[in-house]
T-cell receptor
Framework: KAGVTQTPRYLIKTRGQQVTLSCSPI?????VSWYQQTPGQGLQFLFEYFSETQRNKGNFPGRFSGRQFSNSRSEMNVSTLELGDSALYLCASSLEQSPLHFGNGTRLTVT | DQQVKQNSPSLSVQEGRISILNCDYT??????FLWYKKYPAEGPTFLIS?????DKNEDGRFTVFLNKSAKHLSLHIVPSQPGDSAVYFCAARYNNNDMRFGAGTRLTVKP
């Protein structure tokens, strides 16, 4: 069974640009969650999607948004990038009320 | 909004000895707790979990203890092996798949 796939693995953007990250969940998993990892802050919860609906949301500004498609694939978008958005963005999928399965992440660098 | 805290950023132990990683939480609505292990350049992988109705769960060398009155969680690894060297994240879940993570503890097991 294929794991969670995130693309691209690395991205370099400049301040003010926008970026879209992609996540393909494990087959059969309908829940997809996104996390931001920065040194010292651990994994900060961004949002969770289930059946194309945002079900939970963390404390991030509106510049961070996402969506989920009918095949459970998900995208995350960050607009008007800031230097502080540089981080590892992790996507995870799961069955309902089961442990999360993470992808290897997208490393975003904002210059 | 750090609802899950890992106050020790790092821990170093000798091979064969016990490793004890600690985690505290503030939200009494959490109903399920998990530990994840993360190697560099990879996403976190699920290690062990415990429901809030239990106080101990064991899986091989790994045991998780939950003290609900103290809102404290710990992971014991016995005996520790060099391959256990990684960053360990404590996580707590409430509200479907809304999962909150601590900042992580870097464990180093010395041969």
């Amino acid at each position: 069974k294929a794991g969670v796939t995130q693309t691209p693995r690395y991205l370099i953007k400049t301040r003010g640009q926008q970026v879209t990250l992609s996540c393909s969940p494990i087959s059969g998993h309908r829940s997809v969650s996104w996390y931001q990892q920065t040194p010292g802050q651990g994994l900060q919860f961004l949002f969770e999607y289930f059946s194309e609906t945002q079900r939970n949301k963390g404390n991030f500004p509106g510049r961070f948004s996402g969506r989920q498609f009918s095949n459970s694939r998900s995208e995350m978008n960050v607009s008007t990038l800031e230097l502080g958005d540089s981080a590892l963005y992790l996507c995870a999928s799961s069955l309902e009320q089961s442990p999360l399965h993470f992808g290897n992440g997208t490393r975003l660098t904002v210059t | 909004d750090q609802q899950v805290k890992q106050n020790s950023p790092s821990l170093s132990v000798q091979e064969g000895r016990i490793s004890i990683l600690n985690c505290d939480y503030t939200n009494s609505m959490f109903d399920y707790f998990l530990w994840y292990k993360k190697y560099p350049a990879e996403g976190p992988t699920f290690l062990i979990s415990i429901s809030s109705i239990k106080d101990k769960n064991e899986d091989g060398r790994f045991t998780v203890f939950l003290n609900k009155s103290a809102k404290h969680l710990s992971l014991h690894i016995v005996p520790s092996q060099p391959g256990d060297s990684a960053v360990y994240f404590c996580a707590a879940r409430y509200n479907n798949n809304d999962m909150r993570f601590g900042a992580g503890t870097r464990l180093t097991v010395k041969p």
